[in-house]
């Protein structure tokens, strides 16, 4: 099965800071553009971060885009997501998923989706 395989969350305290790692299972990434996704209570999924084939970085959520970090590694097959100062509003699923080459800001172009891992932010 083409997937990526999510780890990295858990529980922590609202000002800390957490790196999600994304692993892709049956197929190689480095033809792709990864995106992290997360999926907060009562909302729709939505992009945080990108990183294409090429190492270009586009952030989706401007308010917040100083907060994560996005990263990969081909060699190992694994992009990251480093998020700093989480507060509640962070509490929610976090996902990856590749498209083509490059960047797109709709979740629903992107494939590949694991299923994800759980962050809770709670004092």
């Known amino acids: 099965q083409l997937q990526f395989v999510e780890s990295g969350g858990g529980v922590v305290s609202p000002g800390g800071s957490l790196r999600l790692s994304c692993v892709a299972s049956?197929?190689?990434?480095?033809?792709?553009?990864i995106g992290w996704f997360r999926q907060v209570p009562g909302k729709e999924r939505e992009t945080i971060s990108c990183?294409?084939?090429?190492?270009?970085?586009?952030h989706y959520l401007d308010s917040q885009k100083g907060r994560f970090s996005i990263s990969r590694d081909n060699g190992r097959k694994t992009a990251y997501l480093y998020i700093d100062n989480l507060n509640s509003e962070d509490t929610g699923v976090y996902y990856c998923?590749?498209?083509?080459?490059?960047?797109?800001?709709?979740?629903?172009?992107?494939?590949?989706w694991g299923q994800g891992t759980q962050v809770a932010v709670s004092s």
């Open positions: 998923a590749a498209y083509r080459v490059i960047c797109l800001s709709a979740p629903n172009e992107y494939y590949y």
């Open positions: 049956g197929f190689t990434p480095d033809y792709y553009a």
């Open positions: 990183i294409a084939r090429d190492g270009s970085i586009t």
